[in-house]
């Protein structure tokens, strides 16, 4: 026997959208923010991948609820599937962060800059405190003129251990920071730690706060400009890689014409 209500319930799913796997809606989007913290925005045969560092670089420790963060378990997936995608040609590093976990920190300016393709950074805000680690693992680094960056030594909030191996420690991983640093932009590491050690800016800390000129004047950043002039440099390095790979492509493969009769 013909059941129109059974027969509207079991036919009307189908017809809700006819190009789209049943099961899948809004589901890959909400998996994306769960697993990576990100929406899936449209991209267009978009060549260049855009990761965005905000708020507190979270490591090791869960921070509460109310804080804006960037959770390193996040971003470290990403970074890997940009490698491997070959349709991915370069990377945007979008930062305004207050900084974070120093050894998140230091894991993800590593493998930005163990990237084979061009990565260009931004400053938006601020780039404070293990934010300039990362900043400074791009290829090229950009602030904007209103953007601030924070250098001070490692600090240690809550309980005081009066362990000499502790500081030690402590010491080794900062001195990581000011060697990946000066060794991936202009800054001397004497300089560095002059900006790292002051004492005349912040009232109640030791350090420096350097506004969008002066990270350049002092070798930090690269360029002081926003967010076209960002797109327009990685569009250059892009460019420049891929006349590299057709130079070396041709190199190893040269092409033969005309015919060849030797021997006859």
Do not use: W
């Not at 300016?109 to 780039?127: C, D, F, H, Q, R």
């Not at 002092?218 to 890689?241: N, P, Y």
């Amino acid at each position: 026997m013909f059941d129109p209500e059974y027969h509207s319930q079991t036919e009307e799913p189908k017809k809700e959208n006819p190009e789209q796997p049943a099961g899948r809606g809004e589901e890959p989007s909400n998996k994306t923010i769960t697993q990576l913290g990100q929406l899936t925005l449209p991209k267009p045969d978009n060549d260049i991948f855009t990761l965005t560092i905000i708020g507190q670089i979270e490591g090791h420790v869960v921070l509460p609820p109310q804080n804006k963060t960037t959770k390193y378990e996040h971003v470290i997936p990403q970074l890997v599937a940009v490698e491997q995608n070959p349709k991915i040609k370069g990377a945007l590093i979008i930062l305004n962060t207050v900084g974070g976990d120093v050894e998140a920190g230091l894991a993800i300016a590593e493998m930005i800059n163990t990237l084979s393709k061009p990565t260009v950074s931004l400053v938006l805000g601020g780039g404070h405190s293990i934010g300039v680690v990362i900043s400074c693992g791009c290829q090229y680094s950009l602030i904007a003129e209103t953007a601030t960056m924070t250098i001070h030594p490692i600090r240690l909030t809550g309980l005081i251990v009066g362990v000499s191996q502790v500081f030690e420690y402590l010491d080794k991983m900062q001195e990581r920071i000011i060697d990946f640093v000066s060794s991936h932009s202009k800054v001397s590491k004497e300089k560095f730690k002059e900006l790292m050690f002051n004492t005349g800016q912040l009232g109640r800390d030791i350090g420096t706060v350097l506004v969008g000129h002066e990270a350049v004047d002092v070798g930090l950043i690269d360029e002081v400009g926003g967010l076209s002039r960002a797109v327009i440099k990685l569009r250059e390095m892009i460019d420049e890689q891929e006349k590299e790979k057709k130079i070396q492509n041709d190199t190893l493969h040269p092409v033969t014409t005309g015919n060849h009769h030797e021997g006859q």
